[in-house]
């Protein structure tokens, strides 16, 4: 039997990461989980939030800060280094085998490129170190699965930047996933137009035709010769403003996102609790909170571990999945 047992990174210490981890941990006992951070920032988070610490056996030892040198909501040079090193010791567990998924806490961008981490977030330096070429983000909450074909780009140059091999590739990520991770023997993803109404048949742009069409018929070619993936249905593209309704109504399994805000603004209005990122692609399971940091409540005890749990289950549910 596969791996099943989940890792989780633990994220900026000086952020809310520790918080909801030790809160989701005691809420989920019976889950096998290790963490992969400082048992000191452990123990003081959870006697900070008033629940039991989690025992030995559910921690990697990564570091050692003493106990002055992180304050909660104010990162330093210290806890910059460390949630890389978290990071990077959890990766290695999942490279390794030795963990089947990984949850991730949420880092500092701006801090960890201070000690001297070279990647944009989690999803490229995951994509780098599994020497994954084919990668992409998916927002999953209980109605409502998007994908999107862009990420950090300027709205102002989003329809620069797009490619039918990319939302191709998204879409075929995106099929693959629902069909082997989620169960779904036929999944239905929907791609959605660029500009509004879809283009209006080129009256309000010619991407739709020039782009998205091309698209859609590349990723049908490519998921119709692979055996999980056969029975996939993609469909495209169509009009923004109506398509996420009907995904979240059970229309579609999912939805391709041509930009950043045109497929997260509608997960966090449905969702913002609840929605959980995936990242696709990789050869192992990957999840977080969609939230970040939050220095300004960290330490207060105002830290909900509900988007963290929902990490949690998903990459629970997911490694299983392929271990069936």
């Given at each position: 039997?596969?791996?099943?047992?989940?890792?989780?990174?633990?994220?900026?210490?000086?952020?809310?990461?520790?918080?909801?981890?030790?809160?989701?941990?005691?809420?989920?006992?019976?889950?096998?989980?290790?963490?992969?951070?400082?048992?000191?920032?452990?123990?003081?988070?959870?006697?900070?939030?008033?629940?039991?610490?989690?025992?030995?056996?559910?921690?990697?030892?990564?570091?050692?800060?003493?106990?002055?040198?992180?304050?909660?909501?104010?990162?330093?040079?210290?806890?910059?280094?460390?949630?890389?090193?978290?990071?990077?010791?959890?990766?290695?567990?999942?490279?390794?085998?030795?963990?089947?998924?990984?949850?991730?806490?949420p880092i500092s961008k701006q801090w960890v490129a201070r000690a001297g981490f070279a990647f944009p977030g989690h999803t490229e330096y995951l994509a780098s170190r599994s020497g994954t070429a084919e990668h992409a983000m998916m927002l999953a909450g209980p109605r409502l699965r998007v994908t999107v074909?862009?990420?950090?780009?300027?709205?102002?140059?989003?329809?620069?930047?797009?490619?039918?091999?990319?939302?191709?590739?998204?879409?075929?990520?995106?099929?693959?996933?629902?069909?082997?991770?989620?169960?779904?023997?036929?999944?239905?993803?929907?791609?959605?137009?660029?500009?509004?109404?879809?283009?209006?048949?080129?009256?309000?742009?010619?991407?739709?035709?020039?782009?998205?069409?091309?698209?859609?018929?590349?990723?049908?070619?490519?998921?119709?010769?692979?055996?999980?993936?056969?029975?996939?249905?993609?469909?495209?593209?169509?009009?923004?403003?109506?398509?996420?309704?009907?995904?979240?109504?059970?229309?579609?399994?999912?939805?391709?996102?041509?930009?950043?805000?045109?497929?997260?603004?509608?997960?966090?209005?449905?969702?913002?609790?609840?929605?959980?990122?995936?990242?696709?692609?990789?050869?192992?399971?990957?999840?977080?909170?969609?939230?970040?940091?939050?220095?300004?409540?960290?330490?207060?005890?105002?830290?909900?571990?509900?988007?963290?749990?929902?990490?949690?289950?998903?990459?629970?549910?997911?490694?299983?999945?392929?271990?069936?």
């Amino acid at each position: 039997m596969k791996q099943t047992r989940i890792g989780i990174s633990l994220g900026d210490p000086a952020g809310i990461g520790p918080e909801v981890v030790v809160r989701a941990l005691a809420e989920r006992p019976d889950l096998d989980v290790v963490v992969y951070g400082d048992r000191g920032v452990i123990d003081r988070a959870a006697a900070a939030v008033g629940v039991k610490p989690p025992p030995a056996a559910r921690v990697i030892p990564v570091g050692e800060l003493p106990a002055g040198r992180i304050e909660a909501g104010r990162p330093n040079e210290a806890s910059a280094v460390a949630q890389v090193a978290y990071l990077t010791a959890a990766t290695d567990a999942a490279l390794a085998g030795a963990v089947a998924a990984l949850v991730t806490a949420p880092i500092s961008k701006q801090w960890v490129a201070r000690a001297g981490f070279a990647f944009p977030g989690h999803t490229e330096y995951l994509a780098s170190r599994s020497g994954t070429a084919e990668h992409a983000m998916m927002l999953a909450g209980p109605r409502l699965r998007v994908t999107v074909a862009t990420t950090h780009v300027a709205l102002s140059t989003v329809a620069r930047v797009l490619r039918p091999e990319t939302i191709a590739s998204t879409a075929f990520l995106t099929a693959r996933a629902l069909a082997v991770d989620f169960g779904i023997a036929a999944p239905r993803v929907a791609i959605a137009g660029l500009n509004p109404h879809a283009g209006e048949s080129g009256r309000f742009g010619d991407e739709e035709a020039r782009i998205v069409t091309p698209a859609v018929d590349l990723a049908r070619r490519r998921l119709a010769e692979g055996a999980a993936t056969a029975a996939a249905i993609v469909t495209g593209p169509h009009v923004p403003d109506v398509i996420f309704r009907q995904a979240a109504d059970g229309a579609y399994d999912a939805v391709v996102a041509l930009y950043h805000d045109q497929g997260l603004i509608p997960v966090k209005v449905l969702h913002f609790d609840e929605a959980v990122n995936v990242t696709l692609g990789l050869p192992f399971v990957r999840t977080s909170p969609d939230h970040g940091t939050a220095y300004d409540i960290a330490g207060s005890g105002r830290a909900r571990p509900a988007s963290f749990l929902a990490a949690l289950d998903l990459a629970a549910k997911l490694a299983a999945s392929r271990d069936a």
